[in-house]
Structure formats: C-alpha cells, structure tokens
C-alpha cells in the first residue's frame, strides 16, 4: 500500500517522493484505488494555503463580515491557486486543454478527436478553456476566503478524484493501449470499490449538508461527461480524465460559493 501510495503521489502531484524507479502502466493502474487519499493530501495543502493569511493576521475576517471593508483576498487567492496548479504539475489542466481542442476540433469524428489529443501542442479551444477554469477557480477561492469557509476544499480534490475511480469502474477505455486501458485491465477492482465508499463516507461527515450540493453536482457532471465521451470516442482517455477532474472541481467550488 505505501508504494502504491507513492507511485499515485509522484504521479498526481509534484511533493518530493522517493523514487521507485521505472513504473509500469499496470503498477499506475493499480495504485489508483488510493486516488482519493491523493486528493487529501492536495486538498489539505490547499486548504492550510489559504487558512495562512489569516493565521499570519494579514486579514481580519471580521472586517469582511462586521461593518467594515473587506479585506484584498483576490491577491491571497491567486497565489493559493499558484499553489494548487503547481502541487499538481497541471496534470489535469494538460488534460482539459487536450479535450476542449479535441472536442472542438475533432468536429464530430472520433479520428480527428484522438488525433487531435495527441497532439502535444495547444490550440485556441484549449487556451480558452484554461482561461475560464483557473478564472472561475480564482474567483471561488476568493469568495469563500472572504467568508472564512474554505473547509470544502479540503474535500472537492477528494470526491474530485473519487470522480476516476467511478470512471475506471464504469466506463470503457477509447483506446486499446494507454492509460484508460491499463486503468480497466489492472484496476483492482474490490479494492477501488471500498475506497470509493470510505471517500464518500469519510467526507460526508465531515461536510454535513454541503457534501449533498457538491455530490450531487459533480454526479450529475459526470453522467454528463461519461455519455460525451461514449457517443463520440466509445470510452475515455488519460485526458478526458483529467478533464473530468478540473471540471468537477470547478464545479463543486462554485456550489460551496453558492451554499
């Protein structure tokens, strides 16, 4: 277990892990029922990011919620999401980039889509979809820093990346080889299973009525997403993925801002 937590903690986030040496597409698949405890560890950096303003007395909370001006959070915000986008290498930004230029691009053909997201460039789709994500993170983080509730983001990274273990469980792979394949042959699949419940379980108490809007949400987001890549690939991909992820995280940042 602990290897196979290092080998999803190299691959999901850029914290300095001992390195395993050369890692198979089997040994990735494997490690992903711990996915979601990835996810925590990022969301409690995150999370302790964006408490240090406030625990450094740069701001007072107070004054955003009693009779005074609020405080500059925006500035606070835009370095915390620094700080998230580093601790995740973009790996899933990468991914979103690909399939908004795929999915734009491909116009239609499951060819040109693939084609399109193997392409290691980036094109305009992709460029503005990147924009609007980190736009709409940004202005999440500030809204729910302002307010002094950012719990939440302790636990989107979770059910975010609890979102691929129900992908690897459910979907088929739209190619014979890479990632979503090995995920669907190698995948333990009891194991993922438990895993997936201990996620929702786990953050469900801790969130209280919260984790309802955000579960919801992000279910109906992927139901939604799973059906995209049906119809026009026959299954997901390593970046379809990664977008689902960046997605649901957008996503469930704008229903906390919302509850």
């Given at each position: 277990?602990?290897?196979?937590?290092?080998?999803?903690?190299?691959?999901?986030?850029?914290?300095?892990?001992?390195?395993l040496g050369p890692v198979s597409d089997a040994d990735l698949s494997r490690c992903a029922v711990?996915?979601?405890?990835?996810?925590?560890?990022?969301?409690?950096?995150?999370?302790?990011?964006?408490?240090?303003?406030?625990?450094?007395?740069?701001?007072?909370?107070?004054?955003?919620?009693?009779?005074?001006?609020?405080?500059?959070?925006?500035?606070?915000?835009?370095?915390?999401?620094?700080?998230?986008?580093?601790?995740?290498?973009?790996?899933?930004?990468?991914?979103?980039?690909?399939?908004?230029?795929?999915?734009?691009?491909?116009?239609?053909?499951?060819?040109?889509?693939?084609?399109?997201?193997?392409?290691?460039?980036?094109?305009?789709?992709?460029?503005?979809?990147?924009?609007?994500?980190?736009?709409?993170?940004?202005?999440?983080?500030?809204?729910?820093?302002?307010?002094?509730?950012?719990?939440?983001?302790?636990?989107?990274?979770?059910?975010?990346?609890?979102?691929?273990?129900?992908?690897?469980?459910?979907?088929?792979?739209?190619?014979?080889?890479?990632?979503?394949?090995?995920?669907?042959?190698?995948?333990?699949?009891?194991?993922?299973?438990?895993?997936?419940?201990?996620?929702?379980?786990?953050?469900?108490?801790?969130?209280?009525?919260?984790?309802?809007?955000?579960?919801?949400?992000?279910?109906?987001?992927?139901?939604?997403?799973?059906?995209?890549?049906?119809?026009?690939?026959?299954?997901?991909?390593?970046?379809?993925?990664?977008?689902?992820?960046?997605?649901?995280?957008?996503?469930?940042?704008?229903?906390?801002?919302?509850?």
């Amino acid at each position: 277990m602990w290897r196979s937590f290092l080998i999803a903690g190299r691959f999901l986030t850029r914290l300095p892990m001992p390195d395993l040496g050369p890692v198979s597409d089997a040994d990735l698949s494997r490690c992903a029922v711990l996915f979601p405890l990835v996810g925590l560890l990022i969301g409690s950096v995150v999370w302790g990011a964006s408490e240090l303003p406030v625990g450094f007395g740069v701001f007072d909370l107070n004054r955003a919620t009693v009779g005074g001006s609020s405080p500059p959070y925006g500035l606070a915000a835009a370095l915390v999401l620094v700080a998230w986008v580093w601790l995740t290498g973009g790996l899933h930004l990468d991914g979103l980039a690909d399939s908004a230029d795929a999915w734009i691009g491909g116009l239609g053909d499951r060819n040109r889509t693939l084609e399109i997201m193997q392409d290691p460039g980036v094109g305009p789709f992709g460029v503005m979809a990147l924009v609007l994500v980190l736009l709409c993170k940004w202005t999440a983080l500030s809204a729910l820093m302002t307010t002094g509730t950012t719990v939440s983001l302790i636990w989107i990274p979770v059910l975010a990346r609890t979102q691929l273990l129900i992908l690897f469980l459910t979907t088929p792979a739209a190619r014979p080889e890479g990632m979503g394949a090995a995920a669907r042959t190698h995948l333990p699949r009891t194991a993922a299973r438990v895993w997936l419940v201990l996620a929702l379980v786990t953050s469900a108490l801790f969130l209280g009525s919260e984790w309802l809007g955000l579960v919801l949400a992000a279910g109906v987001l992927f139901l939604l997403v799973r059906r995209s890549v049906l119809a026009r690939l026959g299954g997901f991909s390593g970046d379809t993925a990664g977008a689902l992820v960046e997605l649901s995280e957008v996503l469930m940042l704008a229903v906390a801002v919302f509850w």
